[in-house]
């Protein structure tokens, strides 16, 4: 049976090296989707791909616009009907030189809301024992968060929905400038990966037969890295980050889900 992997933020970065890895994994029976929000990046990607062994196209997406993502489930549905892996990596970049209440709200809308849609509309998709893996961080973690913020991301007890609501408090928060005085990091990365991971949780305990988990990568090599680290030279490249994760694909993935994975170890949330 053909077997189809979905990756969101295909064309490059960590998104092109799950290509690489999945394509060479993958026979001509099987399927690639990069669901990127630049078809023309996305076909570009494709040509730069060595040795193609499976069915590779473009899908149409932007994180940030919720009838994209419906219309792209849509046509996944209607060709393949389920799906066996999923990566949600897409992610809009920070600068380390913009204000933060000048780019929260595109990243928080794309990461995190845009994380929400992929799994509302995907995860029905995803085959007994296939795989949804959202790609966070290892600062997707409440020890990186004052403890009377942890109440916010109480996963037990909120919905998607109200997880989802958070992260758009604090997008206000941020452009008000008043989120110190709640309590949040500098750092606006570090609320949107525990709010991405919050998510993954709560869809867990409500699916708990579906396979989804979160994963940080380690330091990856990438346009968006590059800016915050002056020395890249420990950092992996796209293709090796990417090769620990779908490694972790082979095993039976029900021993990860709902939790946070790095180089195939759960990592605490509190
Ligand atoms: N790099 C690291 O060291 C590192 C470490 C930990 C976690 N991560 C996580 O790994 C993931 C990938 O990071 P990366 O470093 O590979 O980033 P990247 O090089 O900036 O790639 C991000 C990808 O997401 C796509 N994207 C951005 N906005 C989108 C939207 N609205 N709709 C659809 N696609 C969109 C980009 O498309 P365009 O080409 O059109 O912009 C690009 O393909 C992210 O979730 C990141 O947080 C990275």
Same mark, same amino acid.
């Given at each position: 049976m053909s077997r189809i992997a979905i990756i969101t933020g295909a064309n490059q970065g960590l998104g092109f090296g799950f290509v690489q890895n999945i394509n060479e994994q993958f026979t001509e029976e099987d399927f690639i989707y990069l669901a990127v929000r630049r078809p023309e990046a996305g076909k570009e990607a494709i040509q730069n791909l060595k040795n193609i062994k499976a069915k590779i196209s473009v899908l149409y997406l932007d994180m940030s616009n919720e009838s994209t993502i419906e219309e792209a489930k849509k046509e996944i549905a209607e060709k393949h009907k389920k799906v066996d892996i999923i990566i949600s990596n897409a992610a809009a970049r920070i600068s380390p030189t913009v204000a933060n209440k000048d780019q929260v709200e595109n990243f928080i809308r794309t990461n995190n809301t845009g994380t929400y849609y992929m799994i509302k509309h995907f995860l029905p998709l995803i085959k007994e /024992?296939?795989? =949804? !893996? &959202? !790609? +966070?961080? +290892?600062?997707?973690?409440?020890?990186?968060?004052k403890t009377c913020l942890h109440k916010e991301f109480d996963y037990e007890s909120k919905t998607m929905e109200e997880i989802n609501h958070v992260m758009n408090k604090y997008v #206000? *928060? !941020?452009? +008000? #400038?008043?989120?110190? #005085? =709640?309590?949040? @990091? #500098?750092?606006? /990365?570090? @609320?949107?990966? &525990?709010? *991405? !991971?919050a998510l993954v949780k709560r869809a867990h305990k409500e699916n708990p037969n579906t396979n989804i988990f979160s994963v940080c990568p380690g330091l990856v090599d990438t346009d968006a890295s590059r800016p915050f680290f002056n020395n890249m030279n420990e950092a992996q490249t796209p293709y090796e980050a990417a090769s620990h994760i779908v490694d972790l694909l082979n095993n039976n993935t029900a021993n990860y889900a709902g939790k946070l994975i790095q180089f195939g170890k759960e990592l605490p949330w509190n």
């Open positions: /024992n296939g795989s =949804f !893996v &959202v !790609v +966070a961080s +290892a600062f997707g973690s409440l020890i990186h968060l #206000e *928060q !941020v452009k +008000a #400038e008043k989120d110190k #005085e =709640f309590g949040w @990091p #500098e750092w606006i /990365n570090i @609320p949107s990966k &525990v709010g *991405q !991971v």
